[in-house]
């Protein structure tokens, strides 16, 4: 089936990562979105649903946070009836189980999910599919001889998907982070491989009619976001300061910030309020410690550091991956953790995007809630979406 505009379906669509970027790639259309965290689907519904109207939404669908059990059983018949007429289905079901940086157990849940995708993926039939996950995916849990991934890939199969993957680094696409994630596509018609060919061949271009580096640095990123250029200090009884905008000083920078008005502070620059003897410690850090590399085991020690993993930035260089803890990166050049905004040019989110919800969590509540550094550390890099959702709209119409 080949349209004017194809149809996908986003499936665990987090905060809206992978949507805006085949947003920005205009060539497609939500027909839905189904993400189970209230928090991000806060985030999601403001931007790509309430303020861009990319999503068609049908009647039969509520428009609110969702899990994709409930919507396999309550929805049945109407997924059934979408057989045939979605080009596309889209997703990365929570990474936490298969991730080597979490405790990887195979009887997390959270791994069942993807059995929900492979279902919902068997019942709507979409000509084409989009998958991914962490590097970890790829590896046997200990007590089972096959991996996460070719379990997939075998089931997909089995459904009449010609399937291939590869490990990317999101940092080769122009993303000033090294991020590295499992990429699956599939296709009822044609090869898979030709979109991984395609994404190579076209990446220099893509980024180059924007007029961006395909080596964006960590500065390149969030240099005009530094506390030095000025806050806004808060209100009481408001505890928190809020980062201005200071000169630009890349074109990236430029690009993620041309649509909105910088004599206004950022969408979601709120500094941390560190106390002052951990304030004390990162000035240390920072006059001794390298830069991009974790701070050693002996410096720990010396310093009384619970902190089991921390980076300080390298300015020059890109960043490593973004986690959910927004405490795992101390930025290169101020005694802090970076800021939500900061977190989301890292990840190539646009400054007129916005997060919606509390930023952080901790405790118990980490595996319920889903706050602003949650969602941005759990994304899909906009950036690299669009250039996929160019390519995938291309092979919808073969």
Same mark, same amino acid.
């Given at each position: ?9 986003? *499936? ?35 931007? @790509? ?51 080597? +940086? ?14 929900? #995708? @492979? ?87 893509? *980024? ?46 430029? #690009? ?30 920072? +006059? ?70 509390? #930023? ?12 602003? #550094? ?25």
């Amino acid at each position: 089936m080949s349209k004017a505009t194809p149809l996908y379906i986003d *499936l665990f669509a987090g905060c809206g990562g992978l949507s805006l970027g085949f947003y920005n790639s205009n060539k497609w259309r939500g027909l839905l979105a189904i993400e189970k965290s209230p928090l991000a689907f806060e985030t999601f519904q403001f931007n @790509l649903l309430d303020r861009k109207r990319h999503f068609a939404w049908p009647a039969w669908f509520p428009k609110q946070a969702s899990d994709i059990r409930t919507v396999l059983r309550d929805h049945k018949n109407e997924l059934a009836e979408l057989r045939g007429k979605i080009d596309l289905v889209t997703g990365g079901p929570p990474c936490q189980g298969f991730s080597m +940086a979490g405790k990887r157990l195979m009887t997390d849940k959270r791994n069942n999910l993807v059995r929900d #995708y @492979l279902r919902f993926v068997e019942i709507v039939k979409p000509r084409l599919i989009f998958f991914e996950n962490v590097k970890g995916f790829t590896i046997p849990f200990e007590s089972d001889k096959k991996s996460p991934s070719n379990s997939v890939i075998s089931r997909l199969r089995v459904l009449g998907y010609n399937v291939d993957w590869r490990l990317i680094d999101f940092s080769e696409f122009g993303i000033p982070q090294r991020r590295h994630r499992f990429i699956l596509v599939g296709t009822l018609n044609g090869n898979a491989s030709s979109f991984f060919e395609q994404i190579e061949k076209r990446k220099k271009r893509f *980024l180059g009619a924007k007029r961006l580096p395909t080596n964006a640095s960590t500065i390149d990123g969030i240099g005009d976001l530094a506390r030095q250029h000025g806050v806004v200090e808060p209100e009481k009884p408001a505890k928190f300061a809020y980062g201005n905008y200071g000169a630009i000083t890349s074109r990236y920078q430029k #690009y993620l910030s041309e649509k909105v008005d910088r004599s206004i502070r950022p969408d979601s620059h709120r500094f941390a309020n560190h106390t002052a003897e951990k304030e004390a410690v990162m000035k240390l850090l920072l +006059a001794t410690s390298r830069r991009g590399k974790k701070v050693t085991e002996e410096i720990r020690e010396k310093f009384k550091m619970k902190k089991h993993s921390v980076t300080i930035l390298d300015p020059h260089d890109k960043a490593p991956t973004l986690t959910t803890l927004p405490d795992d990166c101390l930025h290169y050049s101020e005694p802090r953790i970076l800021t939500v905004r900061e977190y989301a040019r890292l990840q190539s989110f646009p400054d007129w995007f916005e997060f919606k919800g509390k #930023y952080t969590t901790g405790g118990i509540l980490r595996k319920k809630e889903t706050p602003r #550094y949650t969602q941005v550390g759990n994304a899909i890099p906009p950036l690299f979406a669009e250039l996929a959702g160019r390519v995938l709209f291309e092979m919808s119409n073969e």
